[in-house]
């Protein structure tokens, strides 16, 4: 398959009606962020289709759909996905989207991921009777705050000035301020919340940080701030700031540390319930997954670089240690 096919569908619709002609089924991809960035999660989600006896350009097609951080474009993809009468649509890691696609149909079966709990989202009646047309995996990277924060703390133990960045306009942007708020009072932190939702204000976060001489900064998660990790982590090191971070793309393009659910798993899980779909399964009778594995990563360059030692404790617990 072709990279630009493989990402971006920019010949979707040709292969769409070949698909057709085929009697292939067609599926659409919901993304609140850009195709670029996330090449591996949806090679992970390939695979969790492959799994199931699915391969895109063979016995399926799949239209994809990038919002590029731009959540008020998701509204108009996902009618969009619905006008089209695709077979499945899946939005994976990307809470707007789920809200979109529950928005726009309640027909067509949806496959989600999600931070947060889909029950209070609507997404679901419950975890393990969905009720509805949609399903999925809710992996909690809201609730994991703490112990990332602990994490950061253990690494950087003399620091006193923790700060968070924030995208103001994302779903949970709320409840993880109150949540840092409670998880701040707990650990004995002041921390302080900068917002951003473009390069520009990113940029202009790091330049208040520095002004308020930062020593650790948690990154919330959200499909944004992952699409510019290597942004974020240009001007961490430029500025000696340690990073903690939800998932490893992180720290794999240079932040300290990531505790959090394997997103490449979540992706392959989306696409072993896509497939299921396809074969014939109602999501009312596929309940909502949790992780059972979550990861620790440290990246001992970045720590070396920024002048810490790593406890060995913490290496002797870490999933992987990026030198």
Excluded: C
């Amino acid at each position: 398959m072709r990279r630009r096919e493989f990402l971006s569908g920019a010949a979707t619709w040709p292969l769409a009606a070949r698909a057709q002609q085929a009697e292939m089924p067609v599926i659409g991809f919901l993304h609140a962020g850009s195709p670029e960035p996330n090449i591996n999660l949806v090679a992970a989600f390939h695979k969790g289709l492959g799994e199931v006896g699915f391969v895109a350009g063979q016995n399926l097609a799949i239209e994809f759909r990038w919002a590029a951080g731009q959540d008020a474009r998701l509204a108009d993809m996902a009618a969009d996905l619905v006008r089209h009468r695709v077979a499945v649509i899946v939005t994976p890691a990307s809470t707007p989207a789920a809200l979109a696609a529950k928005a726009a149909t309640t027909t067509i079966p949806i496959v989600f991921s999600t931070g947060g709990d889909p029950v209070a989202l609507g997404l679901v009646s419950s975890l393990s009777r969905p009720g509805g047309n949609a399903t999925g995996i809710t992996f909690m990277t809201v609730e994991l705050t703490a112990k990332r924060l602990g994490l950061l703390r253990e690494l950087v133990p003399g620091a006193a000035r923790f700060f968070a960045l924030v995208n103001p306009h994302y779903a949970f942007a709320e409840a993880i301020i109150k949540d840092l708020e409670v998880t701040g009072a707990t650990l004995g932190l002041h921390i302080e919340i900068v917002h951003a939702s473009t390069n520009r204000e990113i940029e202009e976060a790091f330049a208040t940080m520095v002004q308020h001489r930062a020593e650790a900064l948690l990154m919330t998660p959200d499909p944004l701030f992952t699409d510019r990790r290597v942004q974020v982590s240009t001007w961490a090191t430029r500025h000696a700031l340690p990073t903690a971070s939800a998932n490893r793309e992180f720290v794999q393009a240079g932040g300290l540390l990531s505790y959090g659910p394997s997103f490449p798993d979540i992706y392959r899980q989306a696409g072993i319930y896509t497939g299921r779909i396809l074969k014939g399964e109602k999501p009312t009778d596929l309940p909502v997954t949790q992780p059972t594995k979550f990861e620790l990563v440290i990246n001992l360059t970045t720590a070396r670089a920024l002048g810490l030692t790593v406890p060995d404790r913490l290496l002797a617990i870490a999933d992987e240690v990026i030198d």
